[in-house]
T-cell receptor, first 115, second 113 residues
């Protein structure tokens, strides 16, 4: 079974609007971390936000927030007030407590911000 | 966050040859990681490089094909040996952050013809 599932290959959003990128995960560990990364066309991987499995509040970092629903095993990324520079691939990832430093990445969502 | 550089940033190589990719970090780190991202795909961990010990390879990756060196706490190299077109990918190194995140280098775009 896939550890991380991203079901949206591509998304479009109007500039200044909010957008939600979906991510579901599969683990039997109680301790795990969830991450979102942005990959522009240049290829670098930019860390955006982290949510720990024991964190009771949803993580926020500027215009990024993570909608963490533990019972549903989902960790959706919300980008508010989209900007043209947000156009990129977005990857959801998980690190399980039992698997050391192994990161499992989803297949990514390509976000295009429309002026 | 750590500042990570990689060399080369991109290269075009002929099949059967080898390429060594360098990864330099601006701070000392115990572990460094090497990932491969094939065209249009997600990232796959190749190996974990610990200073002073042999690298730990993930399933599907072997030392003969991807030898790794880790001579000190700020530097590592990954060699892609006897290349074929299927090795065309972005290769990224990463290091752990202060909490649980990983920070990635800018990547090396490899095209094998």
């Amino acid at each position: 079974a896939q550890k991380i599932t991203q079901t949206q290959p591509g998304m479009f959003v109007q500039e200044k609007e909010a957008v939600t990128l979906d991510c579901t995960y599969d683990t039997s560990d109680q301790s795990y971390g969830l991450f979102w990364y942005k990959q522009p066309s240049s290829g670098e991987m930019i860390f955006l936000i982290y949510q720990g499995s024991y964190d009771e509040q949803n993580a926020t970092e500027g215009r990024y927030s993570l909608n963490f629903q533990k019972a549903r095993k989902s960790a959706n990324l919300v980008i508010s007030a989209s900007q043209l520079g947000d156009s990129a691939m977005y990857f959801c990832a998980m690190r399980e407590g039992s698997s050391g430093n192994q990161f499992y990445f989803g297949t990514g969502t390509s976000l295009t911000v429309i002026p | 966050s750590a500042v990570i550089s990689q060399k080369p940033s991109r290269d075009i190589c002929q099949r059967g040859t080898s390429l060594t990719i360098q990864c330099q970090v601006d701070s000392q780190v115990t572990m460094m990681f090497w990932y491969r991202q094939q065209p249009g795909q997600s990232l796959t961990l190749i190996a974990t490089a610990n200073q002073g010990s042999e690298a730990t390879y993930e399933s599907g990756f072997v030392i003969d094909k991807f030898p790794i060196s880790r001579p000190n706490l700020t530097f590592s190299t990954l060699t892609v040996s006897n290349m074929s077109p299927e090795d065309s990918s972005i290769y990224l190194c990463s290091v752990p952050g202060r909490t649980y995140e990983q920070y990635f280098g800018p990547g090396t775009r490899l095209t094998v013809t």
